[in-house]
C-alpha cells in the first residue's frame, strides 16, 4: 500500500498570508493526487485534481503543484473563508490532514 | 451538475445493523461510481468501499470487508451502505462521493477523485 505523509498537521496565518501544505508519497504516483477542503458542518469540497488541475468554480488563489513523491498545495492569499481543515487524496487513501487556523 | 442527497441520522445499538442511502438528482452515476467515506470525531477521512455500476464492480476496504455492503439501484440513481455489527467505534459523519471513473478498453480504473459530495449522515452508536 501507497503511504501518505501530510504536513504540517495544523498551522496558524493571517487573512492574506501564503500557506503551502505538503503531501509525500512512498511510491511515485505520477500525477494522481488530489486536495480537498473540509470545513466543519459540511461536505468536504474538491479543490485540486490531478496535482494541478483548478476544479471548476474554485478560486484562483488555491494552486497545486507536484508530481512522482512530493506535492504541494498552496493558498496565495489567505482569505476568512479559507479557514478549514486540507486533505490530499490519492485513490482510496487520504493523507492526515492539515488544519489551517487564524493567528 | 450531479447532486447528492443523503438519508437522515441514525442512532443504533451496538450489534444492530444501519442502512445508509444516497439519491443522486442532475446526472447519473452509472459510468462513473458512488464511494463512501467517513469520518470519526476528531479523526480525519476514511475511505470504507465504492460501487461502479456500469461494471457492476464493488469494493470494500479491507478494514470493512465482510461487515459493510454497498448496493446501487441504478433505476432511481440510489447508492446504499450497509454497516453491520455495529460498534461505538462506528460513530462517525459517513459521506457518499461521485467517484470518478476512467475507462480504457473498457476496463474501469476508479476512485480518480470524488466529488461532488453528499451532505453527510450522522449515524451515532450508543446503548
Known amino acids: 500500500d501507497i503511504q501518505m505523509t501530510q504536513s504540517p498537521s495544523s498551522l496558524s496565518a493571517s487573512v492574506g498570508d501564503t500557506v503551502t501544505i505538503t503531501c509525500r508519497t512512498s511510491?511515485?504516483?505520477?500525477?494522481?493526487l488530489n486536495w480537498y477542503q473540509h470545513i466543519p458542518g459540511k461536505a468536504p469540497k474538491l479543490l485540486i485534481y490531478?496535482?494541478?488541475g483548478l476544479q471548476s468554480g474554485v478560486p484562483s488563489r488555491f494552486r497545486g503543484s507536484g508530481s512522482a513523491t512530493q506535492f504541494t498545495l498552496t493558498i496565495l492569499g489567505l482569505q476568512p473563508e479559507d479557514f478549514a481543515t486540507y486533505y490530499c487524496?490519492?485513490?482510496?487513501?487520504f493523507g492526515q490532514g492539515t488544519k489551517v487556523d487564524i493567528k | 451538475q450531479v447532486q447528492l442527497a443523503q438519508s437522515g441520522a441514525e442512532v443504533k445499538k451496538p450489534g444492530s445493523s444501519v442502512k445508509v442511502s444516497c439519491e443522486a438528482s442532475?446526472?447519473?452515476?452509472?459510468?462513473?461510481?458512488i464511494s463512501w467515506v467517513r469520518q470519526a470525531p476528531g479523526e480525519g477521512l476514511e475511505w470504507m468501499g465504492g460501487?461502479?455500476?456500469?461494471?457492476?464492480?464493488?469494493s470494500y476496504a479491507q478494514k470493512f470487508e465482510g461487515r459493510v455492503t454497498i448496493t446501487a439501484d441504478e433505476a432511481t440513481g440510489t447508492a446504499y451502505m450497509e454497516v453491520g455489527s455495529l460498534r461505538s467505534e462506528d460513530t462517525a459523519m459517513y459521506f457518499c462521493?461521485?467517484?470518478?471513473?476512467?475507462?480504457?478498453?473498457?476496463?474501469?480504473?476508479?476512485?480518480?477523485?470524488?466529488?461532488?459530495w453528499g451532505p453527510g449522515t450522522l449515524v451515532t452508536v450508543s446503548s
Open positions: 460501487i461502479i455500476p456500469m461494471s457492476d464492480t464493488v
Open positions: 487524496q490519492q485513490r482510496t487513501t
Open positions: 462521493v461521485r467517484d470518478r471513473v476512467l475507462w480504457f478498453g473498457g476496463s474501469p480504473q476508479p476512485h480518480q477523485w470524488f466529488d461532488p
Open positions: 490531478a496535482a494541478s
Open positions: 442532475g446526472g447519473t452515476f452509472r459510468s462513473s461510481g
Open positions: 511510491q511515485n504516483i505520477s500525477s494522481y
